[in-house]
């Protein structure tokens, strides 16, 4: 075993590579090396770029029920495939079949009679900027909400909220599972999943508070700006600290108690309830950046 220090350059780390292994393999200054991310934490250095080939998937299923097929299809399109076909070995009904093309809100994704395929998928390595977009649409959901309430626009951005954090999910399985070199480490791809499910389950129950409710809502729209303004100074929560999560803490505690009474009081606890896990997500990811720096 050959060890050897690691250098460091303002924020960038580096090793030397042995001039044996260089020679051996024609590798000089001209030359490009393919660096794969290992799940045990290693890193492995090729001599030539190796392509990654996606696997194409094909799966074969005696199933109709819509709730299976829907999570079936969701995790085929998250994980990194190059197109994946699930045969059904029977016809979806006509009516079924409508009902499941309005369900599954992907791009690219066809259902046609007892074959569901999806010939290509979109990939964003920057989970960052997806998080922003995210973070974004929620504020404009919560502001037409306030200002000039459409049911239609309403679930359109909901909609999309949803796709963003589905895609947000694609892009960290992918970064985990192959040798795709993220712009975010490890923990971070973590931390940012944690938040986009928190925040597309606050948009779900959101969705069901009505007009009048206008006080609550404003509230709502002064903390996830809050949120929306962290994402925006550089990374992902990129200037999170714990000073910074007490903060958010704090504009969650101040929102009124609700007493729970019926379904739209049920719905304001809720989204109480899973503001309060969001921040409890935030401290967790400020004290793992404190003990990284």
């Known amino acids: 075993m050959d060890i050897r220090n690691i250098q460091r350059t303002g924020k960038m780390y580096y090793v030397y590579l042995p001039t044996a292994w260089c020679k051996k393999h024609n590798?000089?200054?001209?030359?490009?090396?393919?660096?794969?991310?290992?799940?045990?934490?290693?890193?492995?250095?090729?001599p030539t770029v190796?392509?990654?080939?996606?696997?194409?998937?094909?799966?074969?299923?005696?199933?109709?029920?819509?709730a299976i097929l829907h999570k079936l299809i969701v995790a085929c399109?998250?994980?990194?495939?190059?197109?994946?076909?699930i045969t059904l070995g029977k016809d979806l009904s006509?009516?079924?079949?409508?009902?499941?093309?309005?369900?599954?809100?992907?791009?690219?994704?066809?259902?046609?009679?007892n074959t569901i395929t999806c010939d290509s998928s979109v990939h964003i390595d920057d989970v960052s900027s997806l998080?922003?977009?995210?973070?974004?649409?929620?504020?404009?959901?919560?502001?037409?909400?306030t200002k000039q309430y459409n049911e239609e626009l309403i679930h359109r951005y909901e909609e999309e909220i949803d796709r963003t954090r589905m895609l947000i999910e694609k892009s960290v399985i992918n970064s985990l599972?192959?040798?795709?070199?993220?712009?975010l480490n490890t923990i971070d791809l973590y931390y940012?999943?944690?938040?986009?499910?928190?925040?597309?389950?606050?948009?779900?129950?959101?969705?069901?508070?009505e007009e009048k409710e206008k006080e609550f809502l404003l509230q709502l729209l002064e903390i996830i700006t809050f949120l929306k303004n962290l994402t925006e100074e550089g990374g992902a929560f990129e200037n999170l600290n714990y000073l910074v999560a007490i903060e958010c803490i704090k504009k969650v505690e101040n929102l009124k108690e609700v007493k729970i009474k019926d379904i739209k009081t049920y719905d304001k606890k809720r989204i109480k309830q899973i503001l309060s896990t969001l921040t409890e997500t935030l401290m967790d990811w400020a004290i793992t950046k404190e003990l990284s720096d």
Do not use: A, C
């Open 131 to 145: 998080l922003k977009t995210m973070m974004r649409k929620t504020t404009n959901l919560i502001i037409v909400m």
């Open 192 to 209: 940012v999943s944690l938040v986009s499910k928190d925040l597309e389950r606050f948009v779900d129950t959101l969705i069901r508070i």
């Open 177 to 183: 599972t192959f040798s795709r070199t993220p712009k």
């Open 27 to 46: 590798v000089d200054d001209k030359t490009k090396v393919s660096l794969k991310h290992n799940n045990d934490g290693t890193l492995t250095i090729n």
């Open 77 to 85: 399109y998250l994980n990194p495939t190059s197109s994946f076909k």
């Open 50 to 66: 190796k392509k990654e080939n996606l696997r194409k998937l094909e799966l074969t299923i005696n199933e109709d029920d819509e």
């Open 94 to 113: 006509f009516e079924k079949l409508l009902r499941q093309k309005k369900q599954i809100s992907l791009e690219l994704v066809e259902v046609d009679q």
